[in-house]
């Protein structure tokens, strides 16, 4: 079987398409597992759409690296849209189903190493706006999969053991967010990794989404995630769009 590796923005995926959809959580954990897999934070199975009546160009599969299976996932969608269009899956412009709900991207750029990659996240759901956890403020949201978001003023420190706390209590990826001038820095813990990524799409817009609503930051800003790269986050009158880099880094066959 051949699959791809590809890095959006420090979050890195495994990529492969099929037109067999069945439950692939043992094998995401095997081809996920960094010593003895290829090694990536979740596993994308793109499933070409099997009749033209399909309002989209195709159906994903995502799971964590852990096997568990997630309704959505940010950086996956840039991702899988590029390998979509490089494989001639889809047009530069494309819409896929995910268990969210149908997702829109479109492949701005695109070499033989990545591209350029703009998604536009399923409308976000504030859930609660004051979830106080050792003496700080929480808010949880669904952006495509659930976060909490805790604006921070210090983004150096990420307390590991608090958001593995919180993702148990609320089954929710935790987010800290710093307003850093007109733009922001995020960290995430991801559920289903059970530990902080380089970055993590829907945790970067939840938090956008927050600090925007707050009136902390405009409604087209720069997003920096642990990793560094530049993410570019809006809001309109839909949802969030969210665009930055996508590395197709290898292929390979297992
Ligand atoms: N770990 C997430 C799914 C992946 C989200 C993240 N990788 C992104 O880019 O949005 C969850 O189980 O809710």
């Known amino acids: 079987m051949i699959v791809s590796k590809y890095s959006a923005s420090g979050n890195d995926f495994v990529i492969f398409h099929t037109f067999v959809k069945k439950n692939r959580s043992e094998l995401a954990k095997k081809l996920c597992h960094r010593q003895e897999g290829v090694g990536a934070d979740g596993l994308i199975v793109l499933i ?4 033209l009546d399909n309002d989209y160009d195709f159906e994903w599969q995502f799971y964590n690296s852990d096997g568990s299976e997630a309704e959505m996932c940010g950086n996956g969608s840039r991702a899988c849209a590029h390998y979509a269009f490089a494989n001639e899956l889809a047009p530069g412009k494309m819409s896929f189903l995910t268990v969210a709900g149908v997702i829109n991207a479109e492949v701005e750029a695109s070499n033989a190493k990545g591209g350029m990659v703009l998604s536009e996240l399923t409308p976000p759901q504030i859930l609660e706006t004051n979830i106080e956890h050792n003496g700080k403020r929480w808010f949880k949201l669904n952006t495509g999969v659930p976060h909490l978001v805790h604006i921070c003023d210090d983004i150096e420190f ?3 053991a608090e958001a593995r706390e919180l993702r148990k209590k609320h089954n929710a990826n935790i987010n800290i967010v710093f307003v850093d001038g007109k733009n922001l820095r995020v960290r995430t813990y991801e559920r289903g990794v059970e530990d902080e990524t380089f970055a993590c799409g829907t945790g970067m817009a939840a938090s956008f989404y927050i600090a925007y609503k707050e009136g902390l930051v405009s409604n087209n800003i720069k ?7 530049t993410l570019y986050l809006g809001v309109n009158e839909r949802s969030i769009t969210f665009k930055g880099e996508v590395k197709k880094i290898f292929v390979t066959e297992i």
């Open 223 to 229: 997003v920096y995630p642990k990793s560094g790269e």
């Open 158 to 160: 990420f307390d590991i």
């Open 48 to 51: 070409p759409k099997s009749s």
